[in-house]
């Protein structure tokens, strides 16, 4: 999402005002940013769309941090702005393979307006491209993706003279996110036209950020070149050239023009092809180059529900047209956010999709594990350089945990420091060695904010300030890199990867002693702010926080790392403290505040966040850890989620229809968000609470129906009514990598497939109510190899291949 153009952003507030509510004072007294808001820049970012050398700063193009100041800079504020009108893009077509993409209307015309156009590496490469056959529009007929990362256009046109009503021309455009696109016209017609064929072509060069915050440059003057149009500014260029060559070209009106004879029957074809010439940043990061796996294997889905095997595919097909490689390790793939908005690295988002897609392969979650730890803010004193992990004890060559000194104590909640070699140091802190040396300022701020990974703000809806996506990141980095261990991610890529989940244990440490007394508040933000200005303990962080604990002892305890028993003793103590602080007794029985301000202050909103108490994580032998609510806590909030007041019919709304505040289109307060709506299904299967599980799956494969099974990030939480579909939102991503890997989980998660490789054993646990009827998923991965499973209608699995050497475990 745009960001209001001159905003200042800096950590945990915002001087502009909200778009939402205009002259509204926010709750606490910080003004809620628009949803989205990058303000936690990674290392090496400065300014939007411009990464500065050296690591960690490759690839922060697609960040889109806008005047976010880097650790410990002073805080400015900025003049007030009024916000500038965002395009919509919620009925166009939008073509996406990153880092390419291509918005048009249905008709397929480019015509310079909203985001239509060509884009690369955050530029639009063709604003125009508007074309004319005999000097007339083809009237169209039909435009529709065929995959992600295409479209196909249908128009027609009537022959001069031709006294036949039926059209004899069609004009069909084949377009593709790389830039490519081939116009193909057909006579059907009983005589030959002759006709000509112009197509207009225009562009700004200009940045998708500008763009999607309203601002639209004129278009450049073009340059005519050997086969078509050259286009230079901005330090940037772009051409379209044209196979055939046209007959003439118009540089002044940006005209190419072919004369055409087609003879009936016969059809006439020319390619264009839009290309970047100079990226408009150092290392951005490229998409999946040719001949690149996937990193996910590709399963075949089989029900008596025949939506479950057409949302997996499409949902796959979608994240396979975000995939990104990291500009420092191009073999590490990870997911893009979404487009047209954030169309790059949200170290939450693209977590998230790689955990969702655990049951298809570890490479995913290995490369995002990867490129988020390189992004990961590293103390100053810690010494540059490849972490060398040994295994099965610590890094840098260390033979035993006392060895390690200082970079140990990070792993148990009472210690300081954190764990660990990095992979790589930031640009950002290397030489701030002492408080005179340059940059030191700096230094002092990453030392503040060691482990943490960085991530942008996120819209709080109106009973809550924003929060950042920082702790959400760094506490899910926890979690993703135990379970994609469970998985069968190979040791020593483990090894390599846990000095910097210590890291992150280490900065939940760090955070602790904040806010409400014993809850975790702002990861994202320095210990000094967070003490100036405590933030609310938020219901869905403490979550995350206690599964992070859990699974980070697992892993600490599995590696001979110290730390493992004092992050369980925390766990059980946060348990005990949610369980007393954070229930609110109401007439219904009782439910879970969405915050805490104070131990004798909830905030009582009832919201979809509340869902993460559900996501309690894989733990050893295929079960589950337990969760932050008791038995009857769990039951009243599974009764709860599927009132109407939560539950629009397509999903969990994000706030309670009863609220005041609600919003049927509020990002967080009132929308349908796909990810929480898939979370709370697998939670309440896993919790035994099916019937309410199968209300809310059904209603989230109703709507992908209406969506041709491609979930867009959010949508309204309209109350569903007969014979209307779901209203789109016109602010939400899609493709959305969140959304997509949501829809892959909503079907997989059903055979209830929990792995423990290092224990050599898996077990099997489906919905035994079979939501689906009988389901049959064939191509998973466990460890690497196939793994395939069968659910009868009566909810018994049946394991019909896995590796040799896992043990199965009773369903």
Known sequence: MPFAPGATPSYGTLTTPTPYAPGATPPYGTPTPPYGTPTRPGPGVTAPGVATPGRGGAGAWSEQVAGAAAPGAARQSSPAVVPRPQPSAAHDILCVNAPGMAASGPDGQLRGQSLHGFFRHGVRTLARMELRLGGVEPLPLQGTLTSVAAARFLGSVRAPGDLDPDPALTVERLRHADGAETVTVRNTGARPARLPLEIALGTDLGQLTDIAAGRRSADLPGQVQSSGLRWAGQGRAATVSARPSPHAVLAGAGVLRWDLEIQPGARWSVD????????????????????????????????????????????????????????????????????????????????????????????????????????????????????????????????????????????????????????????????????????????????????????????????????????????????????????????????????????ALGALRAAVAEGPVGFVTDLGRPAEERAARPGPARCEVQAQAHRAALQGADLLEAFGRPGAAEWRAWAAELRERFREQFWIDDLSGGRPAAALLAPDRPVPALASTLVHLFDVGLAAEGELHEGLLDREQTRLLAQRLVTP???????????????????????????????????????????????????????????????????????????????????????????????????????????????????????????????????????????????????????????????????????
């Not at 491609?710 to 939102?729: F, I, N, S, T, W």
């Not at 792995?755 to 079979?770: E, F, K, L, N």
């Open 645 to 811: 007041e939560l539950d629009c019919g397509w999903g969990l709304r994000t706030l309670s229809a009863k609220s005041p505040r609600f919003n049927p289109l509020g990002h967080r307060s009132g929308v349908v968000r796909v990810q929480e709506t898939a979370l709370a299904v697998s939670g309440l299967v896993d919790a035994g609470f099916e019937r309410e599980a199968e209300i809310l799956l059904e209603g989230l494969l109703e709507a992908s129906a209406h969506f041709e099974y491609r979930l867009p990030e959010m949508y309204a939480g309209e109350q569903k009514v007969a014979d209307c579909p779901p209203v789109p939102h016109s602010a939400a991503c899609r493709p959305a990598a969140m959304s997509a890997a949501a829809a892959v989980h909503l079907v997989l998660s059903l055979a209830g497939v929990r792995p423990d490789v290092p224990s050599g054993r898996v077990a099997t646990r489906p919905a035994s109510t079979a939501p689906l009827g009988a389901l049959e998923l064939t191509g998973l991965r466990v460890a690497g190899e196939p793994f395939s499973v069968r659910v009868s209608r009566i909810g018994v699995a049946v394991v019909e291949e896995a590796p040799s050497f896992l043990q199965l475990a009773a369903s």
């Open 272 to 503: 264009l092809q839009v290309e970047l010439e100079a990226p408009s940043t150092g290392r951005p990061p490229t998409g999946r180059g040719p001949g690149v796996p996937l990193p996910w294997s590709e399963p075949e889905v089989r029900a008596d529900d025949r939506r479950a095997a057409r949302l997996v595919g499409r949902a796959l097909d979608t994240l396979g047209g975000l995939l990104l490689a990291d500009a420092d390790r191009p073999t590490d793939l990870y997911t893009a956010s979404g487009a047209p908005w954030r169309f790059g690295l949200t170290a939450a988002d693209a977590l998230w999709a790689a955990r969702m897609t655990l049951p298809l392969g570890t490479r995913l979650a290995a490369g995002t594990l990867r490129a988020t730890a390189r992004r990961q803010h590293l103390a100053p004193q810690q010494p540059a350089g490849v972490a060398r992990p040994v295994e099965g004890g610590t890094a840098d060559g260390a033979s035993s945990p006392s060895a390690v000194g200082p970079a140990q104590a990070g792993s148990a909640p009472g210690a300081g420091g954190s764990g660990g070699a990095p992979a790589a140091q930031p640009a950002a802190v290397q030489g701030a060695g002492s408080p005179s040396a340059p940059g030191a300022e700096s230094g002092v701020a990453a030392q503040a904010m060691d482990g943490v990974i960085p991530g942008p703000l996120r819209h709080g809806g109106p009973e809550l300030p924003a929060s950042c996506t920082a702790t959400e990141a760094t506490l899910l980095f926890v979690t993703v890199l135990a379970e994609a261990w469970r998985w069968g991610m190979p040791r020593a890529e483990v090894a390599e990867l846990l000095p910097a989940a210590e890291r």
